[in-house]
Structure formats: structure tokens, C-alpha cells
């Protein structure tokens, strides 16, 4: 049975005061709060995170880069803006069917009526659309570090995923750490994939008893997450 289309929620129109709709603003902001990712959803995740739980740390992720040549202030920002539109639209997963032009379309729509109706062309609005604009045009090299960051993100969320519940979510690594670009993401992400390894290979060990010398033997207990406890027996 096919999901339901997507709904949503009407555009804000301008009351005309200034104060009153960029009140409103702050509070369409929640959404990016209380909206879970839909790909965690669709996957069984409890409790999965937020749009805002990804950019935040999307935005650590910048400030944790050793690359001099970046403007890791424009990275912040940038990781922070990316997926505003979000707040309006949700989290359009690509199981929907939704054309990515129209995907497009839905969020400048979006953007716009953040900018005008609610922001009023402000300074502070000129500011977000143009780095809403930068990241989706990934020409800079910031929008495309920070694009980066947003597939590392997903992946080391999935990697905590499968931990905590023991799920595979493959698909999950297969659209995001081949197509990292930046070298040190890439490193990154190249670790990542080495803890993912060591943790599904301790997964797949089974030791009842070791035995050893002195009449001694050590019992191994294994859970999903890895070696949880060693219990040393003696034959004493």
C-alpha cells in the first residue's frame, strides 16, 4: 500500500507589522525541532533525530575542520541554513516520488515566503537566502565541504543507529561516504567505515570458554555493541 501524499502546511501570508512576522519566523523554527528525518522513520528508528539535530551537528563538523582555505564561519552558517526550507516542506524523502525539480520548486517557494512575507527583505533575510542559494548552487568551496558534511552526518548517524538497534543500514553508507569529495571528510568518513568493520566483525564472534593454563578459563560474553564483559574463572 502506498504512503499517502504529502501535505502541506499553508504559506504565511504578511500581517503587514514587521515585529509580528518575523515573530512568526522564529516560530516556524520549531518544525526544524520537532520534525523527525523521514529516512529514520521509514527505517524503524525510535526516537529518530530532527532536521535541527542534523545540522547542528553539521555545524560542530565545520568548526572541527583543519582546512585553512575554508571560511569555517560561511561553513557554520551554511550547515545551519541548508535545509531551512524544511520548516515548510518536511523532509521530502526520495520514496516519495517527488521530481527533484519540484522537490526544488517546493523549497524556493518556501525560502521566498521566509524572506518576504515573514523577514520582509531584511538585511538578516538577504543574508540567509543568499546562503541558502550558495549551498544549493555548490559552486564554492564551502558549499561543497559543507555538502560533504551533510552525507558524513547521515553515515555517522547511521553507523550509531545500527549500534543502538541493531539494524544493517546499508543504504545509508552506499549514498553517502563514495561520494564524499573533500579530502579530510573523505579520511573521515574512511574511519568511520573502519569502526563500522571492527564493530560488525566483534559481532560475529562467539567464544563460550577459553580455556588456559593454571586450571583457569576466561568466558567472553558478546552482545551486538561489542565485547561487553570478561569474567575470569579459576579451576581452583
Avoid at 525510535?46 to 555545524?59: C, K, L, Q
Wanted: some cysteine; glycine content about 4%; aromatic content about 8%.
Amino acid at each position: 500500500m502506498s504512503a499517502a501524499p504529502r501535505t502541506f502546511p499553508p504559506l504565511y501570508k504578511s500581517s503587514g507589522k514587521e515585529s509580528e512576522d518575523r515573530l512568526a519566523f522564529f516560530h516556524i523554527l520549531e518544525r526544524l525541532k520537532t520534525q523527525k528525518r523521514t529516512g529514520w522513520v521509514d527505517n524503524g528508528i525510535p526516537n529518530a533525530e530532527s532536521i535541527s539535530d542534523h545540522m547542528y551537528r553539521m555545524a560542530v563538523l565545520a568548526m572541527c575542520t583543519s582546512d585553512t582555505k575554508l571560511d569555517v564561519a560561511k561553513c557554520v552558517m551554511l550547515a545551519v541554513v541548508h535545509d531551512l526550507a524544511e520548516a515548510q516542506v518536511g523532509d521530502i524523502a526520495p520514496r516519495e516520488g517527488t521530481p527533484k525539480e519540484e522537490k526544488r520548486r517546493l523549497e524556493a517557494e518556501a525560502m521566498h515566503n521566509f524572506v518576504h512575507e515573514m523577514l520582509h527583505d531584511s538585511p538578516a533575510a538577504q543574508r540567509i537566502m543568499a546562503l541558502w542559494q550558495e549551498y544549493e548552487e555548490r559552486e564554492t568551496p564551502e558549499a561543497k565541504f559543507v555538502k560533504d558534511l551533510d552525507l558524513f552526518e547521515m553515515a555517522a548517524q547511521a553507523s550509531e543507529y545500527e549500534k543502538a538497534h541493531g539494524k544493517d543500514l546499508q543504504p545509508f553508507f552506499d549514498s553517502s561516504v563514495p561520494h564524499l569529495k573533500h579530502p579530510e571528510v573523505r579520511a573521515w568518513g574512511a574511519d568511520l567505515l573502519k569502526e563500522r568493520e571492527a564493530r560488525r566483525f566483534l559481532n560475529l564472534i562467539t567464544v563460550p570458554q577459553l580455556p588456559t593454563p593454571y586450571g583457569c578459563s576466561i568466558v567472553i560474553s558478546t552482545e551486538k555493541s561489542g565485547i561487553t564483559s570478561r569474567t575470569l574463572k579459576t579451576g581452583r
